[in-house]
């Protein structure tokens, strides 16, 4: 499977517990963005990494949300106590390393947190 | 707050019919566009890029770009059911750091 790959597809998690998401980008991309879908709103940029360097985090919430992309390995987007408002669709994408490029995104993984 | 806007319709077209859809932005930097399209539940998957002022055509899809009116339209020729989706229109940041989504269009075809 050469696509982006995400997991878990789905994930439950009960309130002030950690959600840990993964990512895995597509074979030759070394360029990685997470995006949330929240229900009844659009797509909304989270963050952007490469390998071991966040470059943009401008979409991120100051408080509980962390990435990383380490030298091997999945990327990684962790949630700390989570809230009900933190539910949603948490897609990754990945590119091949330029700025303006096309992004291809996972399948997606829908955080539940009851 | 730099915003692409797209009117969220249900766009309705008879199979066989052209579907326009349409998105404005508001950044002037922005460089690259993009036309994702989403069925429930799916994951965005990429239909077209755009780069330059003109038409892009890609089979039975044309993207036109008009950079001075900051307006980006995507054409589907042939209209299929397998067609109906959310249409979700992008534009790069200037930074080319980011993707800026619309509110998607949803698009129906009726057999």
């Known amino acids: 499977n050469a696509g982006v790959m995400q997991n878990p597809r789905h994930l439950v998690r009960r309130r002030g517990q950690e959600a840990r998401l993964r990512c895995s980008p597509m074979k030759g991309h070394s360029h990685v963005y997470w995006y949330r879908q929240l229900p009844e709103e659009g797509l909304k940029f989270m963050v952007y990494l490469q390998k071991e360097n966040i470059i943009d985090e401008s979409g991120m919430p100051k408080e509980r949300f962390s990435a990383e992309f380490p030298k091997e390995g999945p990327s990684i987007l962790r949630i700390q106590q989570v809230v009900r408002g933190d539910s949603a669709a948490y897609f990754c994408?990945?590119?091949?390393?330029?700025?303006?490029?096309?992004?291809?995104f996972g399948p997606g993984t829908r955080l539940t947190v009851t | 707050q730099k915003e692409v806007e797209q009117n969220s319709g249900p766009l309705s077209v008879p199979e066989g019919a052209i579907a326009s859809l349409n998105c404005t932005y508001s950044d002037r930097g922005s460089q690259s566009f993009f036309w994702y399209r989403q069925y429930s539940g799916k994951s965005p998957e990429l239909i077209m890029s755009i780069y330059s002022n003109g038409d892009k055509e890609d089979g039975r899809f044309t993207a036109q770009l008009n950079k001075a009116s900051q307006y980006v339209s995507l054409l589907i020729r042939d209209s299929q059911p397998s067609d109906s989706a959310t249409y979700l229109c992008?534009?790069?940041?200037?930074?080319?750091?980011?993707?800026?989504f619309g509110k998607g269009t949803t698009l129906s075809v009726s057999s």
């Open positions: 992008a534009g790069g940041n200037q930074a080319g750091t980011a993707l800026i």
């Open positions: 994408a990945s590119s091949p390393p330029r700025t303006n490029s096309e992004q291809y």
